[in-house]
């Protein structure tokens, strides 16, 4: 696995933990595929500021 695609899978796992689950009519859905389908803009900027407060640079640091 990448390291970029594990720092995805941490995010999100970080911002369910946060948000928790939606149901929408009985069907269970993560918060992070909610607001990534819904707004990506959002949920890159939701990334971003998560990568801020790990401090970590996309641009400096070697992610594959």
């Not at 990448?2 to 999100?12: I, T």
């Not at 796992?13 to 389908?37: C, M, N, P, Q, R």
């Not at 801020?52 to 641009?59: R, T, V």
Request: charged share 30%.
């Amino acid at each position: 696995m990448s390291n970029m695609k594990r720092l995805v899978e941490d995010f999100n796992y970080y911002f369910d933990d946060i948000h928790g689950d939606i149901v929408l009519a009985g069907i269970t859905f993560s918060a992070s595929d909610i607001l990534k389908e819904m707004d990506p803009i959002a949920y890159n900027e939701e990334f971003n500021h998560y990568m801020d407060d790990l401090d970590i640079d996309l641009y400096s640091e070697e992610v594959e």
